[in-house]
């Protein structure tokens, strides 16, 4: 069974960074489209970013957060700097076995983490 495994949020000041990790066990990594998607509450979740050949971003995060992915150790990351209040939300990593549809749908992800809390203070 496929497990996603997130970890590196926590709490941190505006103009601050934060890098997070997922970790995928089971599955075939290099072969999976990997995702990072957020959700603030009372509000769905959005893509953020994702990578396999190229990299994706929303534009919200586009020239301060970096996604990247080391197949050797099944792990993808977020790098995210320049944090405001409204990155405030819930991180999730996915990943998509297909190489058809939207990177950015949600609907077309197979596989989920259980999410890190991301807090950013003013």
């Known amino acids: 069974q496929v497990q996603l495994v997130e970890s590196g949020g926590g709490l941190v000041q505006v103009g601050g960074s934060l890098r997070l990790s997922c970790v995928v066990s089971?599955?075939?990594?290099?072969?999976?489209?990997m995702a990072w998607f957020r959700q603030a509450p009372g509000k769905e979740r959005d893509f953020v970013a994702a990578?396999?050949?190229?990299?994706f971003y929303a534009d919200s995060v586009q020239g301060r957060f970096t996604i990247s992915r080391d197949n050797a150790k099944n792990t993808v990351y977020l790098q995210m700097n320049s944090l405001t209040p409204e990155d405030t939300a819930v991180y999730y990593c996915?990943?998509?076995?297909?190489?058809?549809?939207?990177?950015?749908?949600?609907?077309?992800?197979?596989?989920w983490g259980q999410g890190t809390q991301v807090t950013v203070s003013s």
């Open positions: 089971a599955g075939t990594f290099n072969r999976y489209i």
């Open positions: 996915a990943a998509k076995e297909s190489y058809t549809g939207s990177w950015r749908a949600r609907s077309d992800y197979n596989y």
């Open positions: 990578t396999f050949a190229s990299t």
